[in-house]
């Protein structure tokens, strides 16, 4: 069955510190690999879309990594924002011809104190 | 362009009653999609479409019934709400291709409690 692990669960940090979180997965192979941010009481918005061949993609202060040998990829904050506070979901989709369905992880929980 | 629209956003109900959520999208994506969250457990898929009159079931289809008569809209009927049901259900759409999902965009979500 395809997995997507995320850790760690929770994670409280100071504002203004960087931070990585962690997604492992199972799917493969796999067509792309996403980041969404969730803040309370909102949807999800995507952060970075990455397909198997790309290593690393950037948005402002949110740069992820995937290395599709180890199957395993971050998301590192840097210099975070009280905004950053939020859940940070890893999703994979499955490879051309398969399923339309893809697989979450349950979400990392972050809080940024002032 | 409004992206991902949601109604209501906020729904009591009595076990035992029907209703159905709204979702519509305008950015002509084929694919949507319904998920549900509960607390622990991340965004669970309900039921999904590749495009107007085609939909499948996802992980946690029973007691939801979908259709998609036109590519902006796609409803989710709860037949006979349990309180199991309660719960946040999420709305997404994307542009698929040869069974690959790409970005989704998420709706607001509706908050639903079935007492």
């Known amino acids: 069955k395809n997995q997507v692990e995320q850790s760690p669960q929770s994670l409280i940090i100071l504002e203004g510190k960087n931070c990585t979180l962690q997604?492992?997965?199972?799917?493969?192979?796999?067509?792309?690999l996403r980041w969404y941010k969730q803040d309370t009481g909102r949807g999800p918005v995507s952060l970075t879309i990455?397909?198997?061949?790309?290593n690393t993609k950037s948005n402002g202060r949110y740069t992820a990594t995937l290395d599709a040998d180890t199957k395993q990829s971050s998301l590192h904050i840097t210099a975070s924002q009280l905004s950053d506070s939020a859940s940070y979901i890893c999703?994979?989709?499955?490879?051309?011809?398969?399923?339309?369905?893809?697989?979450f992880g349950r979400g990392t929980s972050l809080i940024v104190h002032p | 362009n409004a992206g991902v629209t949601q109604t209501p956003k906020f729904q009591v109900l009595k076990t035992g009653q029907s209703m159905t959520l709204q979702c519509a999208q305008d950015?002509?994506?084929?694919?949507m999609s319904w998920y549900r969250q509960d607390p622990g457990m991340g965004l669970r898929l309900i039921h999904y479409?590749?495009?107007?009159?085609?939909?499948d079931q996802g992980e946690v289809p029973n007691g939801y019934n979908v259709s998609r008569s036109t590519t902006e809209d796609f409803p989710l009927r709860l037949l006979s709400a349990a309180p199991s049901q309660t719960s946040v259900y999420f709305c997404?759409?994307?542009?698929?291709?040869?069974?690959?999902?790409?970005?989704?965009?998420f709706g607001p979500g509706t908050r639903l409690t079935v007492t």
């Open positions: 999703v994979v989709s499955g490879p051309p011809g398969g399923s339309y369905i893809p697989t």
């Open positions: 990455m397909t198997f061949s790309e």
């Open positions: 997404a759409s994307s542009y698929s291709k040869s069974g690959v999902t790409y970005e989704q965009y």
């Open positions: 950015m002509n994506h084929e694919y």
């Open positions: 997604c492992n997965y199972t799917v493969s192979p796999f067509s792309n």
């Open positions: 479409s590749v495009g107007a009159g085609i939909t």
